[in-house]
């Protein structure tokens, strides 16, 4: 079945640098990919739409300078948070859609803590 | 605001019984919903989806109930395992801009030995 790879699974940083979360889809093409946040005993909410080879689509209330989005190629879409703050800390979880599919396919989570 | 929800965030589980989840969903145009598994710090795991031209959709172990009339879907886990403890949520496609999935709350699901 449908892969997803998230990258890192946890990651501490200090307040003021940028962290990456990379997400790949390892066997098949992700036309899409989504990120979520999911604070704990909450629900996963939805940041950001990524098209391969176009600008993200972020929800409302989605700092897109905060959270840099890049969906370079059909495999690997990347989440940068920027200038990362305490309040930054939290879990990341990415998923992926086949072009023509409404299967979407989960990534096992970047949890983010910022000291 | 999410609309998609849950009746009861937590339930508690004999082993060997079966489970029912609820969800209350808003949204009367959508037209497929899911329902994921979620084990503490994991990604969400596809358990079974259903077209809203279904109102009952089989799996091993596993069947989720939709009623449009009301908005509500339901799963229902027979013979309720120990490794079924997770968090449970049902969730919807929306479009805006694009087709995605809208979460409901979750239901944390215990089993009880």
């Known amino acids: 079945g449908a892969v997803v790879s998230q990258h890192p699974s946890r990651v501490i940083c200090k307040s003021g640098t940028s962290v990456k979360i990379e997400c790949r889809s390892l066997d098949f093409q992700a036309t899409t990919m989504f990120w979520y946040r999911q604070f704990p005993k909450k629900s996963l909410m939805l940041m950001a739409t990524s098209n391969e080879g176009s600008k993200a689509t972020y929800e409302q209330g989605v700092e897109k300078d905060k959270f840099l989005i890049n969906h370079a190629s059909l495999t690997l879409s990347t989440l940068t948070v920027t200038s990362a703050h305490p309040e930054d800390s939290s879990f990341y979880i990415c998923?992926?859609?086949?072009?023509?599919?409404?299967?979407?396919?989960f990534g096992s989570g970047t949890r983010l803590t910022v000291v | 605001g999410e609309s998609v929800g849950l009746h009861l965030p937590t339930l508690s589980v004999q082993e060997g019984d079966n489970s029912i989840i609820n969800c209350a969903y808003s949204?009367?145009?959508?037209?497929?919903f899911i329902w994921y598994k979620q084990e503490s710090g994991k990604g969400p795991q596809f358990i079974i989806d259903?077209?809203?031209?279904?109102d009952k959709r089989q799996g091993q172990r596993v069947t989720v109930l939709l009623n449009k009339t009301v908005k509500h879907l339901s799963l229902q886990i027979a013979a309720t395992q120990p490794g079924d403890s997770a968090v449970y949520f049902c969730a919807e496609i929306v479009y805006s801009n694009d087709y995605k999935l809208s979460f409901g709350a979750g239901t944390t699901v215990t089993v009880r030995a």
């Open positions: 998923s992926a859609r086949e072009q023509g599919d409404y299967g979407y396919t």
């Open positions: 949204n009367s145009a959508s037209d497929y």
């Open positions: 259903i077209r809203s031209n279904m």
